[in-house]
């Protein structure tokens, strides 16, 4: 019955949710209101189980002093005064929430997503590296796609900026939209499994 | 030197202090007294029906770093309560010397998520008058009911059928029936302000650091009654050979109090007179307000006579009809209309010599006039067309398709096409691509459509048939030229008989340095014009209107226009009384069914059975008292006027008992059934629409068609007789939008579904009977138990990323399948397991996963709930989170498998650092070149749906792959074949697939 009555719960909802796809009745669309409203509803007790989750990891780090607890101290700490700054002031504009908002996460976000540049210089020194026939084309392709993006490809001549449009909306295009006929069968195909009670390892094991 | 572990703590805690001490350092109080706002002024809104003002005061310096002004308002000086806020960007401050606050129509007043309590403002001192918004205290709230207009927007159900019947003694000692509800069957109570009534007004000013300042002294303000809005855009025109005049306005601003649209006609010679009248209206607007300041002012009386003579008058009232024209018929020069009073004879030799005004009168009475214009004379020749749609309509109403029957489609014309831009492709400008629009509405169905291009000497350069239209033309051309000529024909289905053409002109524009569209000519049998020129506008009805609204006005070139009929889901009530001790608000029990099919009179539905029967006993009963009039009448005038009350009062008694909706509702035994058949006949009267459709340059030239009339006149299949006998001209007239069953476009999507799923059938029965399924092998999924082992033999754990997406991510279930054959190998080799996670919800079910893996692998001991943990929801945050992991632990293995974005880079290359065999996969497009780059094996797309099957080695799930490949088999097909037969202009297979 554990496993039972959940799979029939996603049966019966995964059939109806197929049948408002193709169904535009009133009846369709609010039955699907009415779902939004649901999953509303379900994401706070989410993020409690959340932070339960964060309390009891770092909880145990730090009672036992396991190695690099200070880290683990450090999160707790922030996530206190994070929660309790919000609800003794308020998420509005000027509160100490918000500040920390802006001049810690936004910073530290930001400067995570700065690392994404020399990484992306890195990756491409890998990926470029001529290394064999296929590797080659590879390089080919980028550094012209590079040089139609920028001036210097027309200065150079006027037919890279028409190549590198043809590279990127042709073969890049084809392999695309390939992955992407793939990746739509793979999801029906996954849907249909989960909605059949075939894959059912997202009920928590495989059988 | 090495730090110890305390001093390294130490050093962190100290950290977070200085960080957590930085925001309320920051926050230094400063002279209160500089923060108060100055020049507070409260001033009446021109225009309006007297109820809106508007708070004006001077922004604070931006120095002093405010982040919102808060106004309050109240009918005392003693509470004030909040009623909004104006915010400020505290880096660029207040550009402009005075900020305003508009307090008018009907906003938020009070709902369900207000304050229970009455609360007082923050930091204000014990004796501050402010308070924060009105909180849902019935004590309170019932107490503003007699300063503001509230109106309750209730929701249907609760108004049908959650209201308690509350008897109520009024002032005359009758007793009248009432719907009591509670706050909570409200959505929400709007408020509007009283025309007379005194309202103070405050405001203050929040710094930065969310400190509240003193507020300013109260102002007072009084809303007044104004005149309308005077229109600036008025045009007569006559129509010689028709003997029509035409009218065409421009819309006011504010039209809640408008009452009558009119048209005057002036003789020139009257024009001072018509302009003293005005100026005397004027003063006579100024005198009422002065008189409501001081009584004991002198009344101002109009002498003057208005010379100006009534030809046309509309009633444009609630709810308001934006009607922006007007058609005048003369016969043999006079014009007649005994309902409004209306007699008046032109001098057609001379209508030069008249002028004609255009007015707005409202509820008060108050008329504004616009400035007195000459009519434009013309022929009817001259005037545009709506070009004709088929053989048997001008235009055309139907449901539309594919939708949840909120949308009615108004159809008309031919299709047209349009140039719309074009470049050059060669710098010797030889050859251009030209980009072009299609407009057509779904009667006609666009095959072809074909351009013939000549140059500036006419000689034809090229004629291109697109079959396929792609939206662009390329055209070669012998020498560069500065003006190319367009003709555009079409191919349909039904097909356009007779002449019907589009030509447009490409100029070179010496700015743009390129080829730019002219005007877009229309010509088809004879008739041309400038499509540019002209609008269509669609005017719409239902039963419960009296006259026609505008819908929509659309571009010249558009064909259709879909009418949007939203379902309602409120009623709205207006709301003057209360019982404080239970909690209720009292709401009339009344509503609107429909209009008379004459537009003379409403048909009124009532909650209760006993009101609506005591309406007819109170109609009997003013029968009798004007019965009693009429005898002891002095006057023959107060005689007239009783008749004519006791005639009104039959007649609504007689409609109350004749109309057929009203019989049947009281012929229902049932409460519930006899309320369902009212609110049902309510909605099929507010969802039915009548058309009409209007052709205008704006400018008093259009043409106005009559209602759209069907030629079966069936009505819809779902309302049946019981209802539909209610409205004799649904389905004739009146179109009711239908609710769909089955989206069309979605056909081909279902029948792909439909073969997909009888392949998976078949292939899974073929697995299950032994046939040996032939899987592709995928190397990153071959490649998992080396990594796994690697990880065992290494004695690190492994950290398994199952995406950064949410549980409805497929990406991510997928992912989670392959967690759960990743933790019962790892299980069974006793090898730790890492999972972090992002989403919330994710979490407990990759929990279950991995102790359910552990179970299975006959290891329940080994499993750790903490090892699958929640890091954050913030993206760059979880990213440090999982590097950290990946640095600390020193992973052997890691699998990123799920819904990737700009992190992915990030995670992989820490951990090609780290040294760990990667094995990464996902769906998302732009992230598997990444993946590629930095891990050792990446299941590219659906390999990463494979992987759960694959690693299973299940019949049912090997069907499942196998079906996958034969579908993608037949999709090739489809490929090959469509692109084949595109090449060879057969456009049925690309066309039988929807676009999106």
């Known amino acids: 019955m554990k496993r039972q009555i959940p799979l029939m719960i996603v049966m019966i909802l995964g059939f109806l949710f197929v049948i408002h796809t193709f169904v535009p009745h009133k009846i369709s669309a609010d039955f699907y209101d009415w779902w939004q409203e649901w999953a509303k509803a379900i994401s706070p007790f989410a993020v409690v189980l959340g932070v339960i989750s964060l309390g009891m990891v770092h909880g145990t780090k730090i009672s036992r002093k396991a190695p690099n607890w200070q880290y683990s101290l450090v999160t707790v700490l922030a996530l206190v005064f994070t929660a309790a700054s919000g609800f003794i002031w308020g998420r509005q504009e000027g509160t100490p929430y918000m500040w920390l908002f802006k001049n810690v996460q936004m910073p530290m976000s930001a400067t995570m997503f700065s690392l994404l540049a020399f990484y992306i210089a890195s990756a491409a020194y890998k990926a470029f590296r001529a290394r064999s026939a296929e590797a080659t084309v590879l390089l080919i392709a980028a550094i012209i796609v590079m040089l139609g993006q920028v001036p210097l490809g027309m200065q150079i001549s006027r037919w890279i900026p028409d190549i590198s449009t043809w590279i990127l909306n042709v073969p890049n295009m084809a392999a695309k939209r390939a992955i992407m006929i793939g990746v739509g069968l793979g999801m029906v195909a996954t849907s249909l499994k989960i909605l059949l009670g075939i894959e059912r390892t997202y009920l928590g094991g495989g059988d | ?996």
């Open chain 2, 1 to 996: 030197m090495r730090v110890s572990h305390s001093c390294r703590s130490l050093f962190l805690a100290l950290m977070v202090l200085s960080f957590l001490l930085i925001p309320l350092l920051s926050f230094a109080a400063e002279s209160e007294q500089e923060y108060v706002v100055q020049g507070l002024k409260v001033e009446d809104i021109p225009d309006d029906d007297g109820t809106g003002l508007v708070i004006s005061w001077k922004p604070l310096p931006k120095e002093k770093k405010i982040i919102e002004y808060r106004v309050y308002r109240g009918v005392t000086t003693d509470s004030l309560f909040y009623i909004g806020k104006v915010d400020v960007n505290v880096e660029t401050g207040v550009s402009g010397d005075v900020m305003y606050f508009y307090d008018k129509d009907y906003n938020y007043f009070v709902d369900l998520q207000a304050s229970g309590s009455l609360k007082r403002e923050k930091q204000q001192d014990e004796n501050s008058p402010l308070f924060r918004r009105y909180p849902r205290d019935i004590n309170i709230i019932g107490r503003e009911l007699k300063n503001y207009d509230i109106l309750g927007v209730i929701p249907e159900k609760d108004f049908y059928y959650r209201n308690k019947k509350v008897e109520v003694e009024n002032e005359n000692g009758d007793k009248e029936i009432y719907a009591g509800f509670k706050l909570h069957h409200f959505a929400q109570m709007a408020k509007k302000l009283k025309p007379d009534h005194k309202y103070y007004y405050t405001v203050l000013a929040v710094s930065q650091a969310r400190h509240y300042y003193p507020h300013a002294k109260p102002q007072i303000g009084i809303p007044r009654t104004n005149s309308p809005e005077k229109i600036k855009q008025f045009y007569p025109v006559y129509v010689e050979d028709k003997q029509r005049l035409q009218f065409e306005w421009g819309l006011p601003l504010f039209a809640d109090d408008h009452n009558d649209h009119n048209i005057y006609a002036l003789k020139k010679e009257d024009l001072q007179q018509f302009r003293n009248y005005v100026d005397a209206i004027k003063k006579k607007e100024a005198n009422d307000l002065e008189r409501k300041i001081d009584p004991e002012t002198e009344i101002y009386q109009v002498d003057v006579e208005n010379p100006a003579e009534l030809i046309f008058n509309r009633y444009c009232g609630y709810p308001y009809t934006p009607s922006q024209i007007a058609t005048v018929q003369l016969e043999n020069g006079k014009v007649v209309d005994e309902e409004n009073g209306i007699n008046y004879t032109f001098d057609l030799d001379n209508i030069e010599d008249y002028y004609f005004v255009f007015s707005i009168d409202d509820r008060d009475g108050y008329e504004t006039f616009t400035e007195a214009h000459p009519a434009e004379i013309i022929q009817s020749e001259t005037l545009p067309k709506i070009p004709e749609f088929s053989q048997n309509f001008l235009y055309k109403v139907i449901d539309r398709k594919d939708d949840k029957g909120d949308y009615n489609r108004v159809m008309w014309g031919k299709p047209v096409v349009a140039l719309t831009n074009s470049t050059y492709l060669r710098e010797d400008k030889t050859k251009i691509m030209v980009n072009y629009e299609m407009y057509t509405n779904e009667y006609y169905k666009i095959h072809d459509v074909y351009f013939k291009v000549y140059n500036e000497e006419g000689k034809l350069i090229d004629d291109i048939n697109e079959y396929y239209q792609d939206r662009k033309l390329k055209i070669t051309l012998e020498k560069p030229s500065n003006r190319l000529s367009f003709v555009m024909t079409f191919n349909t289905n039904p097909d356009i008989q007779g002449e019907y053409r589009l030509e447009q002109e490409l100029v070179y524009d010496t700015q743009s340095k390129s080829l730019k569209p002219s005007k877009l000519f229309l010509v088809s049998n004879g008739y041309s014009e400038i499509v540019d020129n002209y609008k269509y506008s669609v005017y719409k009805r239902n039963y419960t209107d009296e006259e026609f609204r505008l819908s929509k006005r659309v571009a010249g070139m558009l064909r259709e226009l879909d009418d949007n009929i939203p379902y309602e889901n409120a009623i709205f009530k207006g709301i003057s009384q209360c019982d404080m001790e239970k909690g209720l608000y009292y709401a009339s029990p009344s509503f609107v069914i429909r209009m008379t099919n004459d537009k003379k009179d409403y048909i009124v539905g009532n909650l209760y059975r006993e009101a609506a029967e005591q309406t007819i006993v109170d109609y009997q009963n003013e029968i009798e008292k004007y019965q009693a009039l009429i005898d002891t009448a002095l006057t023959e005038q107060a005689r007239m006027q009783a008749e004519q009350a006791i005639e009104y009062y039959q007649k609504q008694i007689e409609l109350n008992k004749e109309n057929y909706i009203l019989k049947t509702a009281a012929q229902i035994n049932g409460k519930d059934s006899r309320t369902k058949f009212l609110d049902k006949s309510r909605r099929i009267a507010n969802r039915s629409f009548e058309y009409k459709l209007v052709k205008s340059d704006g400018k008093g030239h259009f043409v106005e068609s009559s209602i759209f009339l069907t030629e079966d006149g069936k009505k819809p299949e779902e309302i049946t007789q019981k209802f539909a006998a209610g409205f004799p001209t649904l389905g004739k007239t009146h179109y009711y939008p239908k609710p769909n069953w089955f989206q069309s476009n979605k056909l081909p999507a279902l029948i792909a579904t439909l073969i997909f799923g009888t392949l998976v059938f078949v292939m899974i029965n073929r697995a299950k009977k032994g046939y040996d399924l032939y899987i592709r092998p995928i190397a990153g999924i071959e490649e998992i138990d080396n990594a796994i082992g690697r990880a065992t033999e290494m004695g690190r754990p492994i950290l398994f990323v199952p995406g950064l997406s949410s549980i409805q991510d497929v990406a991510t279930l997928a992912g989670l399948s392959i967690l759960g054959r990743v933790a019962k190998k790892a299980a069974e080799y006793d090898t730790k397991l890492l999972c972090p996670v992002r989403d919330p919800i994710v979490l407990p079910i990759a929990q279950e996963t991995v102790r359910e893996a552990h179970y299975e692998a006959g290891r329940p001991d080994t499993f750790d709930k903490n090892n699958v943990f929640f890091i954050t929801t913030a993206q760059f945050a979880f990213v440090a989170g999982v590097n950290g992991v990946m640095i600390r632990e020193k992973t052997a293995t890691n699998f990123y498998m799920g819904m990737f974005w700009a992190e992915a880079l990030i995670m992989t290359e820490t951990g090609a650092t780290t040294g760990a065999i990667q094995i990464a996969g996902t769906d998302a497009v732009t992230q598997i070149p990444f993946f590629i780059t930095t891990c050792d094996y990446t299941l590219i797309g659906e390999e990463l749906y494979a992987a759960s099957a694959y690693l299973a080695h299940e019949p049912l799930m090997m069907g499942t792959l196998k079906a996958q490949d034969y579908t993608k088999f037949l999709i090739i097909i489809f490929i090959i074949a469509g692109t084949i037969l595109s090449t060879t202009h057969l456009t049925f297979l690309i066309n039988a697939f929807p676009e999106k």
